[in-house]
């Protein structure tokens, strides 16, 4: 088995949750692999250390110039095997038009009979992490093929110390804070993707944990058209709490990197700050597709908390998470990564 293709062509926390399927594949089979992803994705590919090389998708939306030239590059690849972590129609046909011999996907929707290995999953019962879903197809295929397995550990993602100690010291200075003290990273965007908290119970966690651990230095981050959205966090807490925003995505990887404790909904940037394993604190719905279960980060034991609106509350209504008993719960669990 020589050369493999990975389609994760989704959203951002989609694939960073693919991340230890890659490490599973590469490490195991030691093959070259190949990761078909969306264009905003590219640069979290490039950064993979389990990925060889990046196709670009340029989406169902493309003219029909643009899906020919992806059908010539498939052919092109001289893939012994397809994975399809994340499976549909299109992807499907593609991978049948390109003649990869072995096509895997999970066994759901019509699609699954364009494939000729077929998983049984069930993910819509959302009865373990989406990441070992992936690793469970990575898993099938590599014992089909004869291949031993080697289980992957985190963290997937970093960076060189020397490099990271520059740019931390740089954005220290650009943002007006300390870089010898522990960071506070704070995300309130969402991105378009679960319910998230309110501004308000953001402020209002960031500033319980200013009180238990006054040498925090607060950041909050801000991906594209969450700025606004930051700065009310910010206006709401007051003086000395830092806003980083504008950064391209590898520097915003680099930024999280700097993090003692990073704190966002269910969203990419928390799925980012757990493939580094910085700890991290997340919020969730109660819907069964969205549960802390089935989007639990990739952070190793013991490092990742995670909040949801109790049983009684509706499953969407964020609104219900009690935030004083949230800082009951982190304060102490964080002293070992603020203090």
């Known amino acids: 088995m020589k050369r493999v293709l990975v389609v994760r062509n989704d959203k951002i926390g989609d694939f960073m949750l693919a991340w230890p399927a890659f490490a599973m594949l590469k490490a195991s089979a030691n093959c070259h692999v190949t990761a078909l ?4 994705t590219q640069p979290l590919a490039e950064l993979c250390p389990s990925i060889d090389q990046v196709i670009i998708d340029p989406g169902k939306g493309a003219d029909a110039g643009a899906q020919q030239d992806l059908l010539t590059q498939l052919k092109s690849g001289q893939y012994d095997a397809v994975i399809c972590l994340f499976s549909n129609f299109r992807n499907a046909k593609l991978m049948w038009q390109a003649r990869i011999a072995q096509r895997w996907a999970p066994a759901t929707k019509l699609a699954q009979l364009l494939y000729n290995h077929r998983v049984t999953q069930r993910r819509s019962q959302s009865a373990k992490p989406e990441y070992e879903y992936n690793l469970d197809l990575v898993r099938d295929f590599l014992q089909h093929n004869g291949i031993k397995v080697i ?9 060189n110390e020397a490099e990271l100690a520059l740019f931390k010291n740089e954005q220290a200075r650009q943002l007006g804070i300390d870089a010898s003290q522990p960071w506070l990273l704070i995300h309130a965007g969402s991105g378009g993707s679960a319910n998230n908290l309110s501004v308000e119970q953001y402020a209002d966690l960031l500033a319980r944990m200013w009180q238990a ?11 594209p058209g969450e700025q606004a959205l930051a700065q009310q966090v910010v206006d709401k807490v007051g003086e000395r709490v830092a806003l980083a925003h504008g950064l391209a995505l590898p520097d915003f990887c680099r930024l999280l990197a700097c993090g003692s404790l990073f704190v966002a909904g269910s969203t990419g940037p928390l799925h980012i700050a757990a493939a580094l394993d910085v700890p991290t604190v997340g919020f969730f719905p109660l819907r069964r597709s969205a549960t802390p279960l089935r989007w639990r980060p990739l952070n190793s034991e013991g490092r990742h908390l995670a909040f949801h609106p109790p049983a009684n509350a509706e499953v969407e209504d964020m609104s219900q998470v009690d935030i004083a008993e949230v800082a009951a719960a982190v304060t102490p669990w964080a002293r070992e990564y603020l203090s």
């Open 213 to 223: 651990y006054p040498r925090l230095q607060p950041v909050l981050t801000a991906g």
């Open 37 to 40: 992803v969306p264009g905003y």
């Open 151 to 159: 289980e992957p550990r985190p963290p997937y993602l970093g960076f």
